[in-house]
Antibody
Framework: EMQVVESGGGLVQPGRSLRLACAAS????????MHWVRQGSGKGLEWVSG????????DYAAFVKGRFSISRDNAKNSLYLEMNNLGPDDTGVYYC??????????????WGQGTAVTVSS | QSALTQPRSVSGSPGQSVTISCTGT?????????VSWYQQHPGKAPKLIIY???MRPSGVPDRFSGSKSGNTASLTISGLQADDEADYYC??????????FGTGTEVTVL
């Protein structure tokens, strides 16, 4: 069974950093682009960042560009999101997603259960 | 990149059909085939129900169908069932390596 499991969320003060991780299993991780999507409490989904299978293509939503960094370790079947200079608007559930067929340009097929990030003093 | 525009809510009786619109621009929906739709029940992760505008992943009932015309994509749910009550989101590739989601639509089964 294809599965992704997020971890690393928690309570963090404004201006601080947090690193999220996503462990993948049940599929050949190195063949698939991966993305992070977030959802504020009671709010809609927001695409945050994506990375191609070989890390050659990476991009970020404007509201996190310069503060967040996505990376992956194909040997460890893991995806990461380094989040710096966090603000209250970054509060929400962060989902790791696997694309449908492999390409970066694809739908978000497999979703984790999400990891909650709360930015508050 | 602005969020795609969806109606806040739609409703229908069991057995009826409802259609959710998703309006963007020529820089996203109108420019690419990569439009997808997601169903999200309260407290749950989203579930992919339509990809590439019109395609259904294995296991998604054919009551769910997608279409696109110009800068607007649409999701139609036919034969509405109680379990279809959920939030629905569209998503489009928006050039570069950027994606954008819709504002979300709450579907209520009366």
């Amino acid at each position: 069974e294809m599965q992704v499991v997020e971890s690393g969320g928690g309570l963090v003060q404004p201006g601080r950093s947090l690193r999220l991780a996503c462990a993948a299993s049940g599929f050949t991780f190195e063949d698939y682009a991966m993305h992070w999507v977030r959802q504020g409490s009671g709010k809609g989904l927001e695409w945050v960042s994506g990375i191609s299978s070989n890390s050659g293509d990476i991009d970020y939503a404007a509201f996190v560009k310069g503060r967040f960094s996505i990376s992956r370790d194909n040997a460890k079947n893991s995806l990461y999101l380094e989040m710096n200079n966090l603000g209250p608007d970054d509060t929400g559930v962060y989902y790791c997603t696997k694309v449908f067929s492999g390409s970066y340009f694809d739908a978000f097929h497999i979703w984790g259960q999400g990891t909650a990030v709360t930015v508050s003093s | 990149q602005s969020a795609l525009t969806q109606p806040r809510s739609v409703s229908g009786s069991p057995g009826q059909s409802v259609t959710i619109s998703c309006t963007g621009t020529s820089m996203d929906i109108g420019g690419y085939k990569f439009v997808s739709w997601y169903q999200q029940h309260p407290g749950k992760a989203p579930k992919l129900i339509i990809y590439d505008g019109t395609m259904r992943p294995s296991g998604v009932p054919d009551r769910f169908s997608g279409s696109k015309s110009g800068n607007t994509a649409s999701l139609t749910i036919s034969g509405l069932q109680a379990d279809d009550e959920a939030d629905y989101y569209c998503c489009s590739y928006a050039g570069g390596y950027i994606y954008v989601f819709g504002t979300g639509t709450e579907v209520t089964v009366l």
